[in-house]
Structure formats: structure tokens, C-alpha cells
């Protein structure tokens, strides 16, 4: 028998994605604010980069657990950084945040699509550069 309280509640990946994306957006904004520390600037970075970089802790060829990373962790750091923000540098980056969505991004999915498409164009440009580099 299945417990019923250990699973999560319908919806659950819906909510935490849009809650991830309004994060993602709250250290964008974060980022180039003025007030912000240093060092989250610097995590801030530090996690955009890892999830745009190919290079995962977890390689993807590990099945199942090579997605984790991205799946987990990521969102993981992202609320940990916004969570660390000075008060007002978090007010003022969340109002920018719900601003941004509620102009640019109103179907969630679609944006998922198009940002999952330009990275796959950065990465596919990259790869075509680096051949002909070695192909020189």
C-alpha cells in the first residue's frame, strides 16, 4: 500500500516551475542591481553558468541520475540565492520579476520552449565553430 502523504499534491511540478522561473528572473535582476553583494553576484553567476554549461556533475549518460543536477540542484542554488538577497534588493528585484513575467512570459511552456531552443542554438553554433577550428 502506497502512503497518500508522502506523494506530492497535483500540480506540484507546475507550481515549482513557475516559482523557479520567477526566481531565475528575481537574480537576473538581483544581479545587476547595484546592492547586491558581491558574493551572491558571484553564485549567481556561478549557477547561470553551470546550467548552461554541457559539463554536469552528474554526467547525462548516468540513466536517470545524469538529469538530477539540472533538475534538482540548479533550482536548489537559485533559491538559496534568492533567499540570502538583502531585503530590499529582493523587493525591488521581485517587482521588476512579476513585471518581466507578467509582460513577457505568460505561457509558461512556451517560454521553456524558446529559452530550451536558443540554448540549443548557442550550443550547436559553439560545436560548429570548434569543428571547424579543428578542422582548420
Given at each position: 500500500?502506497?502512503a497518500?502523504?508522502s506523494l506530492?499534491r497535483?500540480?506540484?511540478?507546475k507550481?515549482?516551475?513557475l516559482?523557479?522561473?520567477?526566481e ?8 545587476r ?6 558574493h551572491?553576484?558571484a553564485?549567481?553567476?556561478?549557477a547561470?553558468?553551470?546550467l548552461?554549461?554541457p559539463?554536469d ?10 538529469v ?5 540542484i540548479?533550482?536548489l542554488?537559485?533559491?538559496l540565492i ?13 517587482r521588476r ?8 512570459l505568460?505561457r509558461?511552456?512556451v517560454a ?10 548557442i ?14
Amino acid at each position: 500500500m502506497i502512503a497518500t502523504a508522502s506523494l506530492p499534491r497535483p500540480g506540484f511540478l507546475k507550481r515549482r516551475f513557475l516559482a523557479f522561473r520567477r526566481e531565475a528572473l528575481l537574480l537576473w535582476f538581483a544581479f545587476r542591481h547595484p546592492a547586491t553583494p558581491w558574493h551572491l553576484r558571484a553564485a549567481s553567476l556561478a549557477a547561470g553558468l553551470y546550467l548552461l554549461s554541457p559539463i554536469d556533475l552528474v554526467p547525462v549518460t548516468v540513466p536517470l541520475l545524469g538529469v538530477v543536477d539540472d533538475l534538482l540542484i540548479v533550482p536548489l542554488a537559485v533559491s538559496l540565492i534568492a533567499g540570502a538577497l538583502p531585503a530590499a534588493v529582493e523587493a525591488d528585484s521581485a517587482r521588476r520579476a512579476d513585471a518581466a513575467i507578467a509582460r513577457w512570459l505568460r505561457r509558461p511552456l512556451v517560454a521553456a520552449a524558446a529559452i530550451g531552443t536558443a540554448l540549443l542554438a548557442i550550443w550547436l553554433g559553439v560545436l560548429v565553430l570548434l569543428w571547424q577550428w579543428l578542422a582548420g
